[in-house]
């Protein structure tokens, strides 16, 4: 985990620089930073993280710290996608390795986040039945994830950093956080 933390780190940093006074990035400008190359180099280093050896609450925290870096990372190199097709290229081609296994932020969210299961729209899960990966799926799906991803939109909940030791209480506290939010829950009682 001390590696995604100082990934995180970093591209906290580059995203302070390229801050405007009303809060929007400028993703061309971070892209433009000089420690963006040390940033994206850094990331090379997770392919010596191995998901395979890792127990279900820190492979839990770790896919979660995982997607969103990965997200932030895919925006500052190619853009934010604009039309269905790209969105769906964005989250499916993009890939890292990690440990020597290749994974799209569609693999760690629905294949090992999401205990393998298909995303909307799509036919099949990510990891078909003879894909070694499917080992990396969790046992079961955990509906609170949803309130921990950040896919880049706005209306996603904001990044947050998951830990092992605590990531049961985290979950908790982020469900009931954005739930809590009128502006994306509301009761009408006419």
């Not at 309130?147 to 092992?164: I, M, R, T, W």
């Amino acid at each position: 985990m001390a590696i995604l933390s100082r990934l995180r780190r970093m591209v906290s940093k580059i995203e302070c620089f390229a801050t405007d006074e009303r809060g929007q990035i400028d993703y061309i400008a971070a892209e433009k930073d000089p420690s963006f190359l040390s940033f994206d180099e850094a990331t090379c280093e997770l392919q010596g993280v191995s998901l395979w050896s890792m127990d279900d609450r820190t492979k839990l925290s770790f896919g979660i710290n995982l997607y969103n870096l990965m997200v932030k990372h895919a925006i500052i190199k190619v853009g934010i996608s604009t039309t269905y097709f790209t969105r769906l290229a964005f989250y499916k081609t993009l890939r890292y390795n990690i440990g020597g296994t290749l994974l799209s932020c569609d693999d760690v969210e629905h294949g090992i986040l999401r205990a393998n299961t298909r995303a909307p729209k799509e036919l099949f899960p990510p990891f078909g039945k003879y894909d070694s990966r499917r080992e990396l799926a969790r046992p079961d799906l955990d509906p609170r994830i949803h309130f921990a991803l950040n896919c880049g939109s706005k209306s996603c909940p904001s990044v947050e950093k998951f830990s092992s030791e605590k990531i049961e209480e985290e979950l908790k506290v982020v469900a009931r956080g954005f739930c809590e939010d009128d502006g994306n829950v509301s009761i009408d009682f006419w």
